[in-house]
């Protein structure tokens, strides 16, 4: 495993870079379904795309252990690189993360297998980051709920296996739950957990 591999690439301006995603993080939180580039100027090492490493290093520190799904936690450089420039710790089961990162999503686990928070505490849950190759032209999701008005619509692709039914069971679970960032390579999308997804187009 190369030095250079795990040192280089990172934010060239840490402050202003953090502070640009952790906006675009908000503002797809506050309107889910809607896309936002991200322009960070980073090059982690693959499978990670340059989005979901932006959003890694804006919000995960040594105090939020992180779940890689099997194909990154394999690559020694994508943890070394995350760990380089985060500080984070990595996570066994995606039980124990405050946040996962998967490249692949035919490879994620069940939404139910994260951590969900409780009833007194639902901010103790994960939040999933899941790499996508695009935001178009898949199946579409149409969305509703708080910071949408009447509905929204967006079609990630690829998405994991039955993701409509899973999102569902765990929408039944609120206040409990899990928030979602969609990363293609430059944008993101946001399902926080109290949007819904039904069927057809918005």
Not at 53 to 71: C, F, I, N, R, S
Not at 98 to 123: R, W
Not at 159 to 183: C, K, S, T
């Amino acid at each position: 495993m190369a030095t250079a591999h795990i040192v280089e690439g990172g934010f060239a301006d840490p402050v202003f870079a953090s502070q640009s995603v952790f906006r675009a993080v908000m503002d797809a939180m506050a309107r889910p379904g809607t896309v936002h580039p991200i322009d960070a100027a980073i090059s982690p090492p693959a499978p990670l795309n340059a989005a979901a490493a932006a959003v890694a290093l804006t919000l995960a520190d040594a105090d939020t252990p992180v779940w890689l799904e099997a194909e990154m936690a394999k690559n020694e450089a994508v943890a070394g690189w995350l760990a380089f420039h985060t500080g984070v710790p990595l996570a066994q089961m995606p039980s124990d993360a405050v946040f996962a990162i998967a490249s692949n999503p035919a490879h994620l686990p069940p939404l139910t297998g994260f951590a969900l928070g409780t009833q007194e505490y639902p901010d103790r849950s994960t939040t999933v980051i899941l790499q996508t190759a695009s935001l178009s032209g898949g199946p579409v999701l149409t969305l509703s709920g708080p910071g949408i008005r009447k509905t929204n619509s967006i079609a990630p692709r690829p998405l994991p296996g039955h993701f409509e039914m899973q999102w569902q069971a765990i929408n039944e679970l609120y206040p409990r739950g899990l928030d979602l960032v969609l990363a293609a390579p430059d944008a993101i999308a946001c399902l926080p957990r109290t949007t819904r997804i039904g069927n057809g187009e918005a």
